[in-house]
């Protein structure tokens, strides 16, 4: 009887052990997607609330491997470049330049550049052409879970939904995905307003 208690015990532990390499490879298999090194441009719809505002626009999502990033919304610009995050907001003609923090749980943005380092998968609803994915973070910091469909074929995500408790839900649409045709420009972009805030200095 012993024999048996440890042999199914040893047996659930090594299909924990085996679920959670699996789940670290459909992470790295979506990350190796997105922060592929030849750059993606994604048309997006992205909604945006952050208590009782929100805001929602179409726009172009620029990412070339995990240093370069840029999104153009109707009311936002961000552009990050290493270890610089600038963003700009058009209606107060103005853009704040502050270092990039790559381990910040609560940015969307660091998140993906860190390919989902700090969340792990809790469940994972296979379907014909998408998986469905709810990650979870690993500390109470940022958001209480983010949520994602992705292409079977591919691993490109097609929806993006963050959530960080009721004060904060992020979600993005991909309407459609293509080569990034200027990797240069992207290197060398400025956000231009009437202000420039520096927080670095």
Same mark, same amino acid.
């Given at each position: 009887m012993r $024999?048996?208690?440890h042999f199914f015990a040893a047996l659930s532990i090594s299909g924990a052990v085996l679920a959670a390499q699996y789940d670290d490879e459909i992470l790295y298999d979506i990350s190796g997607t997105v922060l592929d090194k030849k750059g993606h441009t994604f048309e997006v719809l992205w909604f945006y609330r952050l208590d009782e505002e929100s805001w929602e626009g179409e726009g172009t999502l620029k990412i070339f491997g995990?240093? $370069?990033l840029s999104l153009n919304l109707p009311f936002m610009e961000v552009? @990050?470049?290493k270890s610089v995050?600038?963003?700009? $907001?058009?209606e107060e003609d103005q853009v704040l330049i502050d270092y990039f923090n790559r381990r910040d749980?609560?940015?969307l943005f660091a998140v993906l550049l860190s390919e989902f380092d700090g969340f792990v998968v809790e469940e994972i609803m296979a379907g014909e052409n998408e998986n469905e994915l709810t990650l979870l973070p690993e500390t109470p910091v940022g958001f209480d879970r983010l949520e994602m469909t992705v292409d079977n074929a591919t691993w490109m995500p097609k929806n @993006?939904?963050?959530v960080s408790g009721e004060e904060m839900e992020v979600k993005v649409n991909v309407l459609s995905v293509g080569p990034l045709q200027d990797r240069d420009l992207l290197k060398s972009a400025r956000l231009e307003a009437g202000e420039i805030i520096d927080l670095r200095e």
């Open positions: $024999y048996w208690i995990k240093d $370069y552009l @990050i470049q995050m600038s963003v700009k $907001y058009p749980p609560s940015n @993006i939904h963050a």
